[in-house]
């Protein structure tokens, strides 16, 4: 079957309207790549769009190919053309059914879609055979897997096992003036959701395009053929005759969740257009149990990021529990499955290791009647409160602020209420102290546990939610609801004066405290431990990790002379308005006031010596044996950053930005401002403590360099310091570029060099990331800054983007930003 060829005209044409296309700032700009081809001096250009401009009205693009290579030479050949970019059924207005029905005409062809990376086969008229990836071809030393050469190699193990010859077989199809389109679907190089191993795995072959601007393709059965004639694997494919017979056959699959028994991603569905009989494409993908293995996959990637349990997914609530209490362990323990997983291998094992281990395949699981019912009062039930719904509460405090009393208060006042103080807890297990709460919380007969510990600093706050993730489906059914409740009982703003009304009542109260008394330490020890806690104080910031955890945020007030009455009272009124099943009823100020007088006259059994590691009781004995007491830690730099003081002069380059993006589904840019996902404070990242001990020769002399850059200040560095320390020299930067995906938003940087304010320059003090940049703002919950680089990498170094990877240049004025040191 021979292909139309282009003239000359035509694709000098196109290749005019690309290179128009890639002067645009945004909406249809066309991105160009030359490469270099295997074994050939001779060279493609790679054109590709933005993802989200594809099938847009208002977008007119040059060409909708997905992937397209046109040779780099005076008179250009059209070398490898994609399929046009095609949607799912109801993704955009033309492929809503009615649209369908309404601009198509049948037969329909139903095809098998296969789960692999895309491989682009054609021929030069010189027999040098082109393979290429999506967007790229040739020999690369920036990727670890080049997709274009790993397709090549098998394809031609292939041809040689069919004893073709490779030069023929590339003026061939040269000739036929097509693109071969195959699925390169092999575990053994990449895995993704399907299995495809051993007889499985192989190059599937399902369209053959003809190489012209407007999209041409040829009918299966062709296809088919080719692929039989030459080694590839058939691609499975039948016709239904009308869009009638089309809807319902999905519909039957979409229940069945399976093809002939079999799992599949999906189908694509491959017509012609009612107007112009132009080929028309659309795709039908399944939801399960695809979107759950997908889950899977995604979180066990957060979790060997993040090590963090606190991951936020939608959907099959009771079976990815109990996936990531089987997978936990096995990564904790073998940091080569991690490592080889976030390289996308192990992906399919592990997830069947745990089907295996629960008896289930994965549609037996979604068809399981009890775990239907689970899932379905997961997902309904959570945002409902009612009479069982469990409490938490943690509280945000420095010590002297009454949190203690308001706790024992509140116990005092209401008898399904429990406390538990982090002073009791005497073992080396720190999370003891959410294991004791959820224990508590587990009986019948309490609602609410008061979880109490200081929790000044925004990581105590992590590791409170961390644990409750860890360790609730030991104490409780998972379908148990639970709320957690903050109280903040101070801000910054007061600071000043709840030091001073702290300070006195610690004081005052002498050694009737767990961790503070003024005859062990005398006072001078004693303000010493004050002060450093309120250095290190971290106000609730609702916007932000991990206090956009709390279901629900009470602020108080310390600095009143009865504040524990005040704050008792504010608490009830609080919880009372927004949970009525907890407090159904105010009690009486008399009765708030006895409950606060009963617990002024609680004494602490246990003594907690603060820096030292040893509890002892009321007597005096050792709790944890004789264990010396252990000297505490003099701070000590963890990284040094350049600290933007003008935090509006990033937030405007952003909104610029946003106020010109399309803000469609698949751009994620929107919620930076709409959900406050925005960083307090602005950063680049100089040089970090592990660059300087495991780094490259050049990150470690760099980490030297700030060092005795800055030897006076840590010199005298005190142990309740302040954990950012600003110094006297500067940097002046550019934004550069604004790169974002589904979890990140970063803005890459440029500076000349780090100055003193004299303008003396130290070129030695150089930033030690291959991008500098700044962590605008993170998107998805559990995502760690650090996947910035990540981000920038995958963009500017190894060209290897996700569809919902944005970036755009940006040209704006100088920005100062001030060296600071960080400490641990």
């Known amino acids: 079957m021979q292909s139309k060829k282009p003239s000359i005209e035509e694709v000098q044409d196109l290749v005019t ?32 769009f933005q993802e989200w401009d594809y099938g847009k009205k208002n977008v007119p693009l040059p060409c909708n190919a997905r992937g397209l290579f046109i040779t780099d030479e005076e008179n250009p050949q059209i070398v490898a053309r994609g399929y046009d970019k095609f949607f799912n059924i109801g993704e955009v207005p033309f492929t809503k059914w009615e649209a369908i029905e309404s601009s198509t005409v049948g ?17 030069l008229n010189d027999g040098t055979l082109v393979v290429c990836s999506k967007h790229s071809t040739g020999p690369r030393d920036d990727v670890d897997r080049n997709h274009a050469e790993y397709g090549r190699e098998y394809l031609l193990n292939i041809l040689h096992g069919k004893k073709i010859d490779v030069e023929s077989f590339a003026k061939k199809i040269n000739r036929l ?12 190089f990449e895995e993704h959701i399907l299995e495809y191993s051993g007889e499985k795995a192989g190059l599937y072959l399902h369209g053959i395009n003809s190489n012209l601007p407007k999209f041409d393709t040829w009918p299966m059965d062709k296809v088919n053929s080719f692929a039989q004639e030459y080694g ?25 969740g399976t093809y002939n028994g079999m799992e599949i991603e999906g189908f694509v569905i491959r017509t012609h257009l009612l107007t112009n009989s132009q080929d028309f494409f659309f795709k039908f993908k399944f939801e399960e149990p695809y979107l759950m293995y997908r889950q899977w996959r995604e979180i066990t990637k957060q979790y060997i990021t993040s090590k963090s349990r606190v991951l936020k ?35 399919i094992k592990l997830r069947n290791m745990f089907l295996d281990s629960y008896g289930m395949s994965g549609l037996e699981i979604l068809n399981q009647e009890k775990i239907q019912e689970l899932e379905l009062k997961n997902s309904t039930d959570f945002n409902v409160v009612d009479e069982s719904t469990k409490f938490l509460i943690f509280p945000i405090a420095v010590i002297g602020c009454g949190k203690t009393t308001t706790a024992l208060t509140l116990t005092n006042l209401f008898a399904d209420w429990g406390h538990v103080q982090n002073d009791n807890i005497t073992g080396k297990d720190k999370a003891m102290l959410m294991k004791k709460s959820l224990e508590l919380l587990s009986k019948p007969e309490i609602r609410c546990v008061f979880v109490d510990r200081n929790n000044h600093q925004r990581r105590e706050r992590q590791q409170l939610f961390d644990w409750l993730a860890q360790s609730r489906d ?5 379908d148990t609801n639970i709320k957690v409740i903050g109280l903040s009982f101070a801000s910054h703003d007061d600071l000043d004066r709840v030091k001073k009304l702290t300070i006195e009542r610690v004081l005052a109260r002498g050694d009737n405290h767990q961790s503070i008394k003024s005859s062990v330490y005398g006072e001078q020890k004693v303000l010493g431990i004050m002060n450093g806690f309120l250095k290190r104080f971290q106000p609730v910031d609702e916007r932000k990790a991990p206090d956009n955890l709390f279901d629900y945020v009470i602020y108080l007030s310390s600095v009143e002379a009865n504040s524990s009455f005040t704050n008792s009272k504010t608490i009830i009124q609080k919880i009372h308005e927004k949970y009525h099943t907890l407090i159904p009823e105010i009690p009486s100020n008399e009765l708030i006031d006895e409950a606060l007088q009963k617990s002024l006259h609680y004494k602490p059994t246990t003594i907690k010596v603060v820096g030292g590691g040893r509890c002892k009781d009321k007597n005096g004995s050792n709790k944890n044996g004789d264990r010396n007491q252990s000297k505490s830690k003099k701070p000590s730099p963890i990284y040094f950053s350049a600290n933007v003081d003008e935090r509006n ?26 959900e406050n996902r925005d960083q307090a404070n602005f950063h680049i990242t100089m040089s970090h403590v592990t660059q300087g001990k495991k780094g490259t020769a050049e990150e470690k002399q760099a980490w030297q360099a700030y060092l005795s850059r800055y030897q006076a200040q840590l010199e005298h560095l005190e142990d309740d310091q302040l954990a950012l320390i600003p110094t006297n020299d500067v940097i002046k930067f550019k934004p550069h570029k604004l790169c974002w995906d589904s979890k990140i938003v970063t803005m890459v940087v440029q500076f000349h060099g780090v100055s003193d304010s004299h303008g003396k320059a130290f070129p030695e003090l150089t930033c030690c990331n291959k991008f500098p940049h700044i962590t605008v703002g993170i998107l998805q919950d559990g995502i760690k800054p650090f996947y910035s680089n990540e981000l920038c990498e995958r963009i500017f170094e190894h060209n290897h983007p996700t569809s919902d990877t944005h970036w755009v240049d940006l040209n704006e004025k100088e920005i100062e930003a001030r060296i600071c040191i960080n400490l641990q």
């Open 177 to 188: 003036n097509v693109t071969l389109v195959a699925e390169y679907c092999d575990d053994s």
């Open 313 to 347: 997914f939608k959907k099959h609530k009771s079976i990815t529990n109990r996936y990531l209490s089987f997978v936990i362990p096995l990564l904790e323990k073998d940091p080569e499955l991690c490592e080889q997983y976030m390289k996308g291998f192990g992906i």
């Open 474 to 478: 030991d104490y409780l059914p998972y």
């Open 232 to 256: 590839f694997k058939t691609t499975n494919y039948f016709e239904v005759p009308n869009i009638h017979s089309l809807k319902s056959f999905l519909n039957k699959c979409s229940h069945e």
């Open 107 to 123: 037969p329909y062809t139903v095809t098998v879609k296969s789960n692999g990376c895309i491989i682009f086969i054609s021929g």
């Open 17 to 48: 309207s690309l290179e128009e296309a890639s002067e645009l700032p945004d909406r249809g700009k066309a991105t160009k790549k030359v490469c270099s081809l295997f074994d050939s001096n001779r060279r493609v250009v790679s054109w590709k």
């Open 649 to 674: 002069d990033i937030i405007k380059v952003v909104r610029d930005v946003v106020s010109q993006t399309n803000q469609d589904k698949d751009n994620s840019l929107g919620k930076l401002f709409t």
